[in-house]
């Protein structure tokens, strides 16, 4: 393990799945991501326009580099069906290093 990997997570909410894996093949085709886990549906409640929402979403992460994380969540936002995307950007603290190696290699 290695610590100031320089590598994200960027954790994203879809509509459905359909669209997490759209635009998640879009990622890696384009080397905006090394990797995308779709991690399933889930269930938000949030806030919007002055009153609590609930909906069935589906959540996912994207391995990318950290000087990739600013076009990916761009790139992202542009894709994504929502106003207002919730797309966020993780640290990655420590990983293997063949592991920060691949995610490296693999964005450009």
Same mark, same amino acid.
């Given at each position: ?8 997570t ?7 799945r359909q ?12 080397r ?15 806030? @919007?326009?002055g ?9 996912a ?9 600013a ?15 919730a ?10 290093l063949?592991?920060?190696? @691949? ?6």
């Amino acid at each position: 393990m290695t610590a100031h990997s320089g590598i994200v997570t960027v954790y994203a909410v879809f509509a459905d799945r359909q669209e997490a894996d759209r635009i998640g093949h879009i990622a890696v085709a384009e080397r905006l991501a090394a990797c995308v886990n779709i991690l399933g549906q889930t269930e938000s409640i949030y806030w @919007w326009n002055g009153k609590i929402e609930t909906g069935s979403e589906c959540a996912a992460l994207f391995k990318t580099t950290a000087d990739s994380a600013a076009a990916l969540s761009a790139r992202i936002a542009e894709l994504h069906s929502y106003e207002n995307p919730a797309i966020t950007v993780w640290p990655i603290a420590h990983a293997p290093l063949l592991y920060i190696r @691949w995610v490296k290699d693999e964005c450009r």
